[in-house]
């Protein structure tokens, strides 16, 4: 089955630097690339997502890019606030397999 | 309704105790799924039906889970003799189409945290 891995486990950037958190996958025949925020207690909640015949996909601050002959796909966001703050969660496959969870800190 | 609704929201049990988690999808959402999140964890595939159908129940830890959606809408998934190492938060989500038309946009309830004494 299909298995993800996120990196890194935390991240603490200043406001407004970019954060990047990158996830592989492996199995090929994934085709749909999730991400979600999850704050404290909160339900995790879909930001953006890819699907694999695109390379990249903006959304205002957020992007997401994906190269499918790597098997990686990543979550850029800009000009961070600290509203960002939360556990990000990457996704691969048609039922979804979650990575680790990324523990983002934005530093005011 | 608007949004996934799940019942209780804070469950306290005591080992070797059932358990009953209920799920309302979003009306008319074909695919339902179950996860569990461990604290500090990603959430972990546990069982996926499609309308009535239970298609997907690898992710089932153990055979004290078992999980229904006899009409196609509400699901529950049932805990039996309850471990301490079943203290979780139990996630479900829905998805207006079936797993096999493509990509799954899953919407999340608030989850049900299940705490084992």
């Known amino acids: 089955g299909e298995n993800v891995e996120q990196h890194p486990s935390t991240l603490s950037v200043q406001e407004g630097d970019s954060a990047v958190i990158k996830c592989t996958y492996s199995d090929s025949a994934s085709n749909y690339f999730p991400w979600y925020k999850q704050e404290l207690g909160k339900r995790p909640q879909l930001i953006i997502d890819i699907r694999s015949n695109v390379g990249e996909k903006k959304d205002q601050r957020i992007a997401v890019t994906l190269n499918k002959t790597a098997k990686h796909f990543s979550l850029h966001i800009t000009e961070t606030q600290p509203e960002d703050s939360a556990v990000y969660f990457c996704?691969?496959?048609?039922?979804?397999?979650f990575g680790q969870g990324t523990r983002l800190t934005i530093n005011p | 309704g608007a949004g996934v609704s799940q019942s209780p929201r804070y469950k306290v049990a005591k080992r070797g105790q059932d358990v009953a988690l209920r799920c309302d999808p979003i009306?008319?959402?074909?695919?339902l799924f179950w996860y569990q999140q461990a604290l500090g964890q990603g959430p972990e595939f546990l069982t996926y039906?499609?309308?009535?159908?239970?298609?997907?129940k690898s992710g089932l830890p153990s055979d004290r889970f078992f999980a229904e959606r006899p009409e196609g809408s509400v699901s529950t998934l049932k805990i039996q003799r309850t471990q301490q190492e079943d203290s979780a938060v139990y996630l479900c989500?829905?998805?207006?189409?079936?797993?096999?038309?493509?990509?799954?946009?899953?919407?999340f309830g608030a989850g049900s945290r299940l705490t084992v004494l």
């Open positions: 996704a691969a496959s048609i039922v979804l397999v």
């Open positions: 989500a829905s998805s207006l189409r079936a797993e096999n038309s493509g990509a799954n946009v899953l919407t």
């Open positions: 039906f499609q309308n009535e159908a239970q298609l997907d």
């Open positions: 009306s008319g959402h074909v695919s």
